[in-house]
Nanobody, 125 residues
Framework: QVQLRESGGGLVQAGGSLRLSCAVSGSISSRYVMGWFRQAPGKEREFAAAIGWIGGGTYYVDSVKGRFTISRDNAKNTVYLQMNSLKPEDTAVYYC??????????????????WGQGTQVTVSS
């Protein structure tokens, strides 16, 4: 079983940057795909970015392309989401997620197996 714990959220002004971290523990394997989702107030949770635990490339929702970068450090068992040029509409609770099998693209529609507890990101205008 995989456990996830996010950190790094906070309050930032529009145009600023934040880096979220997701510490991964448990029995993770090369068949896992890792992702970041977000849920804004009054809205449904949405996919933001995905990366394969071993290879598999990356994939982003259009609204964050060119501003967010997902990466991983397998030695540290950590997945990151570097967020630059933040906008007020990026305000949300950000969740780390893990899905067994699938691809970075299928992360957009398949329900992950494991979720973190979430971390709040607030972007002020």
């Amino acid at each position: 079983q995989v456990q996830l714990r996010e950190s790094g959220g906070g309050l930032v002004q529009a145009g600023g940057s934040l880096r979220l971290s997701c510490a991964v523990s448990g029995s993770i394997s090369s068949r896992y795909v890792m992702g970041w989702f977000r849920q804004a107030p009054g809205k449904e949770r949405e996919f933001a970015a995905a990366i394969g635990w071993i290879g598999g490339g990356t994939y982003y929702v259009d609204s964050v392309k060119g501003r967010f970068t997902i990466s991983r450090d397998n030695a540290k068992n950590t997945v990151y989401l570097q967020m630059n040029s933040l906008k007020p509409e990026d305000t949300a609770v950000y969740y780390c997620a893990a899905a067994f099998g699938g691809t970075v693209r299928s992360m957009t529609w398949q329900s992950p197996d494991t979720w973190g507890q979430g971390t709040q990101v607030t972007v002020s205008s």
